[in-house]
């Protein structure tokens, strides 16, 4: 079957935001997703809540970011974004509800996020 490729833009105006290539588990690029950069802002400014979460940690840094989570570590960053969701401002629910959808998809194997 052929997979296809999937882009999906969650963009906010503004400075561009972490990029997330998808990979299926042939390793294969089947899409590229965003963190927004007002998503990132909302989760990791004016607040700590995010410093319990392992995996959401990892992509705090925005210049810095450059990570790879195979199957199992993309399930726990999926759960760290869900957390997360509670402490943010309801304006950004929408945007993260989609990348939680999208991350979520039984097609993807693996993730590289990267910034800047």
Aim: charged share 20%.
């Amino acid at each position: 079957m052929e997979i296809m490729i999937l882009i999906l833009k969650l963009f906010l105006g503004g400075a561009m935001g972490l990029d997330i290539v998808l990979f299926d588990e042939e390793k294969v690029g089947i899409g590229l997703i965003e963190i927004p950069n007002s998503l990132h802002d909302a989760i990791f400014t004016g607040t700590s809540n995010w410093s319990s979460c392992m995996y959401l940690r990892k992509v705090k840094d925005y210049y810095k970011t450059n990570v790879r989570f195979n199957k199992y570590e993309l399930s726990c960053f999926v759960e760290d974004l869900k957390q997360i969701r509670i402490f943010i401002n309801s304006f950004h629910h929408p945007l993260l509800d989609q990348l939680i959808q999208a991350l979520s998809d039984v097609s993807i194997k693996a993730i590289h996020i990267a910034g800047d």
